[in-house]
């Protein structure tokens, strides 16, 4: 159970070279995670863009359209008669603070 203890004697400046080398080990052998949203097609579907932005289908409709609150959050393309949210678009959305009121939250308030 119990180890020998040996106790070493450094400068600090060897300390701080050891540190160094320990770190340039570690990041060499670093991966970077994927950037977010790098697995997303360039045209993603109703379906798609409202699982990524974690939201129902319906919020996603009501958030193509202006409000008196607020521009629409996400315009999404037809393309041959579907629609279809540009992957730049749904990253940008990802990246809004999420502040818009809830429909049913407004009649209650008036």
Do not use: C
């Not at 977010?36 to 109703?46: A, F, I, N, V």
């Not at 409202?50 to 193509?64: E, F, I, K, N, R």
């Amino acid at each position: 159970m119990y180890g020998t203890v040996t106790q070493i004697q450094i400068t600090p400046d060897q300390l701080t070279e050891l540190v160094r080398g320990a770190v340039r080990s570690e990041l060499a052998n670093y991966i970077p995670p994927a950037p977010e949203g790098s697995t997303l097609p360039d045209l993603l579907t109703r379906r798609q863009t409202a699982d990524a932005l974690q939201v129902s289908l319906t919020t996603l409709h009501d958030w193509a359209t202006d409000t008196d609150d607020r521009p629409a959050v996400l315009v999404p393309r037809k393309i041959n008669g579907r629609v279809r949210y540009q992957k730049a678009d749904v990253l940008a959305a990802l990246k809004q603070p999420r502040r818009f009121r809830h429909k049913a939250d407004e009649g209650r308030n008036q």
